[in-house]
């Protein structure tokens, strides 16, 4: 019997929502989301997401999950701080592991969905990159269709690509990353800056059409992502491209991303498609772990 045949707990953590599903097979059966709690330890983090999924505990075989940040065998780290305010490691699949008795497993969210979106080809490829923008930009690496991870973990974390030595302060340390430019966190806040009263993303991305400031803060995220695209063609010569989270599905803006690829050299363009999992590819990445060795 497939591994992905049985009942998994599968849990998705962002910097603003988690997501929680319980997965049979390739399929969400029940779904919930819920705001990020702030807490310090480990165990009080994993017993509230345990509460939201108390009905489901009888029938999961196992817990995979999915996360923002850098993730270790000690437990999670965030590279960028302003995305997830954990403290450094965060143990929580041990957490996990020890309030249910079942095998927990655990990887970065972007990795997790690359393994998913990779599976789940329309067409069949080899070397394939996910990007995830959202409230940062994340990323994960398929080479010769295998996860790369790296030895800590990092591989994979294309939002912190140093893509303008005058752009803005991220909170990794450096200057210029992607995720300081395109994210939803850096979408908002150059929002902030131009409108009065402040406005959502959601609305921003439905003015943009008719209004030149709002497209403009639209387009500067799709350019800095077609930057990090043809970086990444360039770095990995990868077949294809897969787009998701908030931003990155966001009506229109896959479609931008593809007109500024288009303006750059042949050798630098690279075919982009849209996540197969939509919006909840990381949490179906979060069951798909277990079936990737």
Request: charged share 15%; proline share 6%.
């Amino acid at each position: 019997m497939s591994t992905l045949a049985k009942n998994t707990l599968a849990i998705d953590i962002g910097g603003t929502k988690i997501a929680i599903g319980l997965v049979h097979g390739d399929a969400i059966v029940e779904r919930r989301q819920f705001p990020t709690p702030t807490v310090k330890e480990a165990s009080q983090f994993a017993a509230m997401i345990l509460e939201q999924a108390a009905d489901w505990l009888d029938r999961a075989t196992r817990i995979g999950i999915s996360t923002t940040g850098l993730v270790t065998e000690q437990g999670i780290s965030a590279i960028n701080p302003d995305t997830l305010a954990f403290p450094a490691p965060f143990p929580l699949a041990a957490a996990l592991e020890s309030l249910t008795n079942k095998p927990v497993a655990m990887l970065n969210d972007a990795q997790a969905a690359a393994w998913y979106e990779y599976v789940n080809l329309p067409q069949p490829a080899r070397n394939m990159a996910f990007i995830t923008v959202s409230t940062g930009v994340g990323g994960g690496i398929i080479i010769d269709g295998k996860l790369h991870s790296g030895a800590t973990g990092l591989a994979g974390h294309v939002g912190h690509f140093s893509i303008d030595p005058n752009g803005p302060q991220c909170g990794c340390g450096q200057v210029g990353c992607v995720e300081a430019i395109a994210s939803g966190t850096a979408i908002q806040r150059r929002s902030h800056e131009t409108f009065h009263p402040p406005i959502s993303n959601v609305e921003l991305f439905k003015l943009a059409p008719n209004e030149p400031q709002a497209e403009a803060i639209v387009q500067a995220s799709a350019q800095a992502i077609a930057t990090l695209c043809s970086n990444l063609k360039a770095t990995l010569d990868l077949d294809v491209i897969v787009l998701g989270g908030g931003v990155g599905l966001a009506s229109g803006y896959l479609a931008r991303v593809v007109e500024h690829i288009a303006q750059r050299p042949h050798a630098f363009q690279v075919p982009i498609i849209a996540a197969q999992g939509d919006y909840d590819a990381c949490l179906l990445g979060a069951a798909f772990q277990f079936n990737k060795d």
